[in-house]
């Protein structure tokens, strides 16, 4: 009757077992660390990294704990923060010579202290948020300038286009800073000029002005039209940031806006930093343009001639140069998604990119204008732009699916896909601070919720073995699987647990003792109703199970409402909350029940359990008088 198959136990061990292995990395600690990885796409961190790290480490004195090589980047662990900061400063004079162009991102980070058999199995620690352990403080600056510069570029380009729709010639449209020039020979091209802007370009204010025999219009963006911009500009930088986030799965994160033109962002209990840094810091946005094929352009590029009017210079990643128009014909604006993939005919990696309605238009237009021309695929990254792909348009190219490829590596072409599909920053940012938030100012969090969750477990578990005897004492047990089962599956989730987070497990474990509580009483009741002790046992585990299962789930529901709609610490409590309630599920009535079936269940001629004092209702004096 109260007997479980070899394959339950079965179960129950093989959880135990993974339970305590994923468990076990969180008591190994941290150790404060050096993480070095590339700083750009072309940019290999290999074992000749790892090499020039150990030789900038030897020339400064320090002795590393250990120095590994990942995928993508080297680790140097070092006993305290002292060494950690005179390590990053050694590390970084050896391979950034050049400070405005770096070619490695260094920066302070925590690493495991788990043994390597943990680390093959892929155990790891909870991640603690800014409230416990720490993370990673950005502050970044939003160049709103260059978002009036890059929407007065915008408007230039559209401006053209409108007035050739409409027939009006004129001697030439250049961008000066962020005003836009328009030279028109007479007055009447003025006047046709003025109404088209007043009419299809509301943001835009003109002033006009004679120039020797032409007339110079001058448009410039309004007040009001500027003001929106930048505010839409740091709008959509934030949006973006939270993106690229998600896309780095960091979870809790703090994005905030900091007077007109900054952003704080918080990443808490953040492992990889440097990756966070380098993702984040780079402004990568994707620019298409016509190749200037012209004489004076071949001049340039070969190094014999200056760069034409209205064209720039730019390199492929073979360095050789391009002369391209400054023209933008489409922008990462017009951009819906970017995957990683590979070229079906070179089988080279490539990222293929999905235009807009608008975006796929125009480019369907201008590469049925120029068959047998070049275009040029730039990628912009930290202010410095790059020749992606330089290909001729052999026929014209709709549906909106265009692919660029060009000499670059699987990892290479991940990372452009995630940051052109994170989206478009709509203007640069800079990193103008940075730190690490080290553990001291949470220690003490630490200890209150350590201690709250150990002496919430200790008086819990003494008070159901004094009140239960030997059934508490197997409640007890219980309750202890169920915190190392849910300290594993957040192990093993990766999740940040914050100090709300601490809480939600100490209320998982009064949660979770309720159902013990409930399996105890109604095996009492059974035994006060005269049951045998092993027809008690099965039918207190049976009664109870519905009762446990519908407050359960009407917990989880609440758990996951609060995990849908909320956010910060409110879901950070949730996650544990939820989690909590499914563990606690398998440990109070799977588990406990396997341990009372281990004690009692080959017992065939079991009389009594000790399950405490078992009331009995006194016998009524008439009935037994009448007997």
Known sequence: MNRYPAWKYAIILVALLVGAIYTLPNFFGEAPAVQVSAGKATIKVDSTTQTRVEQA????????????????????????????????????????????????????????????????????????????RG??????????????????????????????EKGIRHSGISRNGQAIEVRLRDTQTLEAAKAVIVDQFPDLQTVEAPEGTEYKLTATIKAVAARRIQEQALRQNMV??????????????????????????????????AKAKDILGRTA????????????????????????????????????????????ILTGDNLTDAQPGFDSQTQEAAVHLTLDAKGSRIFKDITR?????????????????????????RSEIGGGRVQISGRMTTTEANDTALLLRAGSLAAPMEIIEEFTIGPTLGAENITKGFHSVAWGFAVICAFMAVYYMLFGLFSGVALA??????????????????????????????????????????????LRNGASAQAAINAGYDRAWGTIFDSNITTLIAGIALLAFGSGPVRGFAVVHVIGILTSMFSAVFF?????????????????????TVWRPPADPAITKAE
């Open 135 to 164: 993370g990673v403080h950005f502050m970044l600056q939003v160049d709103m300038q260059a978002a009036l510069s890059k929407k007065a570029e915008s408007l230039a380009g559209d401006l053209r286009t409108m007035l050739r």
């Open 57 to 132: 480490l030897a020339a400064a004195g320090i002795q590393p704990d250990a120095v590994s090589l990942d995928a993508n980047s080297v680790k140097v662990r070092v006993q305290s923060t002292d060494i950690q900061l005179k390590a990053k400063d050694a590390i970084q004079k050896a391979l950034i010579p050049d400070a405005s162009d770096p070619s490695y991102v260094v920066a302070l980070n925590l690493v495991s202290r788990s043994p390597k058999w943990l680390s093959a199995l892929r155990a790891a620690p909870m991640y603690l948020g800014l409230d416990l």
């Open 592 to 612: 406990s029940r396997g341990l009372v079936n281990l004690w009692y269940g080959r017992q065939k001629k079991l009389k009594t359990v000790s399950i405490g």
């Open 240 to 273: 973006t940031l939270h993106n690229r986030i998600n896309e780095l799965g960091v979870a809790e994160p703090v994005i905030q806006q900091q007077g007109l033109d900054r952003i704080v962002v918080q990443l808490p209990g953040v492992q990889d930093t």
């Open 481 to 526: 699987v169920n915190l190392l089962l849910l300290v594993a599956v957040l192990s093993m989730l990766q999740a940040t647990l914050t100090l709300p987070g601490m809480a939600a497990m100490a209320l998982a474990l009064g949660m979770a003792i309720d159902s013990n509580v409930l399996i105890n009483e109604r095996v009492r009741e059974e």
């Open 369 to 393: 204008e120029s068959v047998g021309k070049r275009m040029a695929i730039l990628l912009f990254e930290k202010g410095k732009g790059e020749v992606v792909t330089a290909p001729v348009i």
């Open 285 to 328: 946005t994707l620019e298409v343009r016509m190749v200037d094929e012209s004489a004076e352009a071949r001049a340039a590029e070969l190094g014999t001639g200056p760069v034409p009017f209205g064209d720039e210079r730019y390199l492929e990643r073979s360095g050789q140069p391009v002369i391209v128009k400054k023209q933008v």
